[in-house]
């Protein structure tokens, strides 16, 4: 029978890139291993026909000798023949370099991994983070061990080659013709054991400690921001570099402004006399205080707007602005001669109401004819 075209059998064009390759060969090796197929004589066939498509294809040499001559230039040189079982002598190292990244594959000596990244709650006034300010923290992480400076061996000895891996960290595992990698349980992917454990952290190269670590906060932070600290967090295993420390910025609620960006808001409280002749009001800022003047007949919930007043962020230098909020405060526990003239001036206000009290006219006018509406 002759033998079908390489490309064809895997289902890609003749410049396919050798990622390309690479893919189809998964995914068709996956769908006709014989494992998967145990009663199919027919995925057997299909399976050596991929395997050998793929030898030559993968292979730089062999698919040029196959571009130029076909199958005749390949001859003997894929890995082909045989039957199931006994004939795919090579197929370990193309299983390896194919699916080793998906079993945890590929080989070497020990392994090191890097520490883990950790995280602390920073909490700061609305002061301190405008204006910068440096902390110091305590952390509590893995470090280091002084006494066996990481190795985890009891000082004067050594961690030994795993035997189990001989240091490549996995051990490779058979079932019939299906291959995979694995870390080894032995060493647990280290490629090393120690047999005489240091007693200062029992034979695991870290120590948890609590480390004093100084942090610079740059002026402007806001609630939410994150500061990294390289190398800040908990140490690598066999020597890997370490983690980093993220600090995760809180503002604390302030009793007068709150923060926007740039911008600071807060509420200024006026009285009834001040909103309605005007008047000047001192109110504070984070640089000290200032004049607001109020102009007559000023309506509660009314916005100004202080240029500069604000505060710098992070990202610009430019200072934001002091929103300020007025609010009209009600007169609480008067006395009887308030109250009576309170309700003199109320009914003196009455006289001609739709001129003193244009909001009040209006929304009661507004109010009638919403009931004519609904007589109609």
């Known amino acids: 029978m002759a033998k079908r075209d390489y490309y064809e059998v895997l289902g890609i064009e003749r410049g396919a890139s050798n ?33 050998t498509a793929y030898d030559v294809l993968s292979d730089s040499q062999k698919r040029q000798a196959y571009d130029q001559f076909g199958h005749a230039g390949v001859e003997g040189a894929a890995g082909g023949g045989g039957q199931y079982g006994g004939g795919f002598s090579g197929f370990g190292d193309i299983f390896d370099s194919v699916f080793g990244d998906i079993f945890g594959g590929g080989r070497g000596g020990e392994q090191v991994f890097r520490g883990s990244d950790l995280r602390y709650d920073l909490e700061l006034s609305l002061e301190e983070a405008v204006s910068g300010t440096t902390v110091k923290i305590r952390v509590p992480k893995l470090v280091g061990c002084d006494t066996c400076r990481g190795s985890g061996a009891k000082p004067g000895s050594s961690p030994v080659t795993c035997s189990t891996c001989g240091g490549a960290g996995q051990v490779r595992m058979q079932q019939g013709f299906f291959a995979i990698q694995q870390t080894c349980p032995a060493c647990r992917g280290q490629g090393r054991v120690v047999e005489d454990h240091c007693t200062a952290c029992r034979g695991e190269g870290r120590v948890r400690d609590n480390k004093t670590i100084s942090v610079k906060v740059p002026p402007g932070v806001d609630d939410g921001d994150r500061i990294r600290l390289a190398n800040e967090g908990e140490a690598g295993i066999n020597g890997g570099p370490a983690g980093d420390l993220y600090v995760q910025v809180r503002v604390k609620e302030h009793p007068i402004f709150t923060r926007d960006g740039a911008d600071l808001y807060c509420e200024v409280p006026i009285s009834f006399a001040t909103a309605v002749l005007g008047g000047e009001l001192e109110v504070p800022t984070l640089d000290g205080r200032v004049t607001l003047k109020v102009p007559s007949e000023t309506q509660s919930g009314k916005l100004f707007r202080l240029r500069g007043k604000g505060v710098r962020t992070v990202r610009s ?50 109010v009638k004819r919403f009931f004519e509406d609904m007589k109609l």
């Open 19 to 51: 990622d390309e390759i690479k893919k189809a060969y998964r995914k068709l090796a996956m769908k006709y291993h014989p494992d998967r197929n145990p009663d199919d004589e027919s995925a057997v066939e299909q399976f050596k026909e991929i395997q």
């Open 317 to 366: 230098a430019a200072k934001g602005d002091l929103i300020c909020k007025t609010m009209v405060e009600t007169p609480v526990n008067l006395n009887k001669k308030q109250k009576e003239l309170l309700e003199q001036f109320d009914e003196a206000m009455r006289e001609d109401s739709a001129k003193h009290s244009p909001r009040e006219s209006s929304w009661f006018d507004g």
